[in-house]
Protein backbone atom coordinates (compact mmCIF):
# COMPACT_ATOMS: atom_id res chain seq x y z
CA UNK A 1 0.00 0.00 0.00
CA UNK A 2 1.75 3.15 -1.40
CA UNK A 3 1.01 5.93 0.76
CA UNK A 4 2.46 9.90 0.26
CA UNK A 5 2.10 12.56 3.42
CA UNK A 6 3.13 16.15 3.10
CA UNK A 7 3.92 18.22 6.06
CA UNK A 8 5.41 21.81 6.34
CA UNK A 9 2.87 23.65 4.84
CA UNK A 10 0.36 26.69 6.61
CA UNK A 11 0.21 30.53 6.82
CA UNK A 12 3.79 32.23 5.70
CA UNK A 13 4.49 36.15 4.68
CA UNK A 14 6.26 36.87 1.36
CA UNK A 15 9.67 36.20 1.16
CA UNK A 16 9.46 33.68 3.41
CA UNK A 17 11.13 30.58 3.06
CA UNK A 18 9.40 27.25 4.49
CA UNK A 19 10.45 23.29 2.97
CA UNK A 20 7.86 21.03 2.39
CA UNK A 21 8.68 17.30 2.96
CA UNK A 22 6.86 14.15 1.44
CA UNK A 23 7.40 11.31 3.09
CA UNK A 24 6.17 8.07 1.07
CA UNK A 25 6.05 4.22 2.36
CA UNK A 26 5.24 0.97 0.69
CA UNK A 27 7.50 2.42 -2.43
CA UNK A 28 10.91 2.60 -3.13
CA UNK A 29 11.78 5.91 -3.97
CA UNK A 30 15.56 4.61 -5.27
CA UNK A 31 15.23 5.32 -9.27
CA UNK A 32 11.84 6.62 -9.14
CA UNK A 33 10.96 10.04 -10.06
CA UNK A 34 9.41 12.59 -7.02
CA UNK A 35 7.27 15.38 -7.78
CA UNK A 36 5.32 18.22 -6.35
CA UNK A 37 2.41 20.26 -8.11
CA UNK A 38 -0.01 22.46 -6.73
CA UNK A 39 -3.12 23.68 -7.13
CA UNK A 40 -5.65 26.76 -6.40
CA UNK A 41 -8.81 26.91 -6.38
CA UNK A 42 -10.23 27.30 -9.87
CA UNK A 43 -6.70 26.72 -11.37
CA UNK A 44 -5.34 24.16 -13.38
CA UNK A 45 -2.95 21.83 -11.54
CA UNK A 46 0.33 22.93 -12.19
CA UNK A 47 3.92 21.05 -11.95
CA UNK A 48 6.13 22.73 -9.65
CA UNK A 49 9.49 20.72 -9.47
CA UNK A 50 10.14 16.82 -10.02
CA UNK A 51 13.42 14.92 -9.92
CA UNK A 52 14.22 12.05 -11.48
CA UNK A 53 16.30 8.65 -10.57
CA UNK A 54 18.84 10.39 -11.42
CA UNK A 55 18.78 13.66 -9.60
CA UNK A 56 18.05 15.24 -12.24
CA UNK A 57 15.49 17.99 -11.73
CA UNK A 58 13.25 19.80 -13.26
CA UNK A 59 11.36 23.44 -12.33
CA UNK A 60 8.17 25.03 -13.63
CA UNK A 61 9.34 28.38 -15.00
CA UNK A 62 7.43 30.26 -12.31
CA UNK A 63 9.30 28.88 -9.60
CA UNK A 64 12.75 28.41 -11.16
CA UNK A 65 15.71 29.77 -9.03
CA UNK A 66 13.06 30.28 -5.81
CA UNK A 67 12.09 26.95 -5.22
CA UNK A 68 14.78 23.66 -4.64
CA UNK A 69 14.05 19.81 -4.83
CA UNK A 70 15.60 17.36 -3.22
CA UNK A 71 15.33 13.74 -2.17
CA UNK A 72 16.58 11.18 0.20
CA UNK A 73 16.04 8.25 -0.87
CA UNK A 74 17.20 6.29 2.59
CA UNK A 75 14.55 8.11 4.21
CA UNK A 76 12.16 7.79 0.91
CA UNK A 77 11.67 11.69 1.55
CA UNK A 78 11.35 14.43 -1.10
CA UNK A 79 11.83 18.08 0.18
CA UNK A 80 10.69 21.56 -1.55
CA UNK A 81 13.16 24.47 -0.72
CA UNK A 82 11.14 27.77 -1.65
CA UNK A 83 12.85 30.72 -1.19
CA UNK A 84 10.90 34.68 -1.66
CA UNK A 85 7.59 33.21 -1.81
CA UNK A 86 5.33 35.40 -3.11
CA UNK A 87 1.37 35.73 -3.07
CA UNK A 88 1.03 33.81 -6.15
CA UNK A 89 2.65 30.89 -4.36
CA UNK A 90 -0.61 30.07 -2.55
CA UNK A 91 -2.01 27.08 -3.34
CA UNK A 92 -2.22 23.28 -2.16
CA UNK A 93 0.77 21.42 -2.54
CA UNK A 94 1.00 17.85 -3.43
CA UNK A 95 3.40 15.47 -3.78
CA UNK A 96 3.58 12.41 -5.90
CA UNK A 97 5.79 9.72 -7.12
CA UNK A 98 6.37 7.45 -9.93
CA UNK A 99 8.73 5.46 -12.52
CA UNK A 100 11.76 7.30 -14.25
CA UNK A 101 10.80 7.60 -18.39
CA UNK A 102 12.45 5.86 -20.77
CA UNK A 103 15.84 8.05 -21.74
CA UNK A 104 15.27 10.10 -18.34
CA UNK A 105 12.96 12.38 -17.05
CA UNK A 106 9.52 12.30 -15.16
CA UNK A 107 6.60 12.16 -17.11
CA UNK A 108 3.93 9.70 -15.12
CA UNK A 109 2.92 9.64 -11.39
CA UNK A 110 0.62 7.20 -10.17
CA UNK A 111 0.67 7.92 -6.54
CA UNK A 112 -0.14 11.02 -5.09
CA UNK A 113 -0.39 12.22 -1.59
CA UNK A 114 -3.55 14.45 -0.09
CA UNK A 115 -1.69 18.13 0.02
CA UNK A 116 -0.71 20.45 2.66
CA UNK A 117 -2.32 24.24 1.87
CA UNK A 118 0.49 26.70 1.42
CA UNK A 119 -0.83 30.52 1.98
CA UNK A 120 1.63 33.39 1.28
CA UNK A 121 0.54 37.12 2.42
Known amino acids: HVQLVESGGGSVQAGGSPTLSCSASGYTTRSKCMGWFRQDPGKEREGVADIDGDGSTNYADSVKGRFTISKDNAKKISYLQMNSLKPEDTAMYYC????????????????WGQGTQVTVS
Open 96 to 111: AVGPMAYGGGCEDFGY
